[in-house]
């Protein structure tokens, strides 16, 4: 995805409300945009091409995870 884009992630958990699942982003960067509680990611305003990783994890469970990469160029 492009600089300054956002990008609306999804949980797939059966049994899980949305409300359960916390994002975060994992990677250790120091530009890596943000992602709010309802998994809308937003990339950077600039920068140079880099992999974000953002996780999902659910609240009451934090070691059941996923995790997706997304290119930001």
């Not at 916390?22 to 998994?39: C, L």
């Not at 809308?40 to 992999?51: E, F, K, N, R, V």
């Amino acid at each position: 995805m492009e600089t300054g884009q956002t990008l609306q992630l999804t949980d797939q958990v059966t049994g899980v409300s949305p409300s359960d699942v916390t994002w975060s982003i994992t990677s250790t960067g120091s530009n890596e945009g943000t992602v709010n509680s309802s998994g809308l990611y937003q990339a950077p305003g600039a920068g140079l091409m880099t992999a974000v990783t953002v996780q999902a994890a659910i609240t009451d469970h934090p070691n059941d995870t996923a995790a997706a990469t997304i290119w930001v160029l």
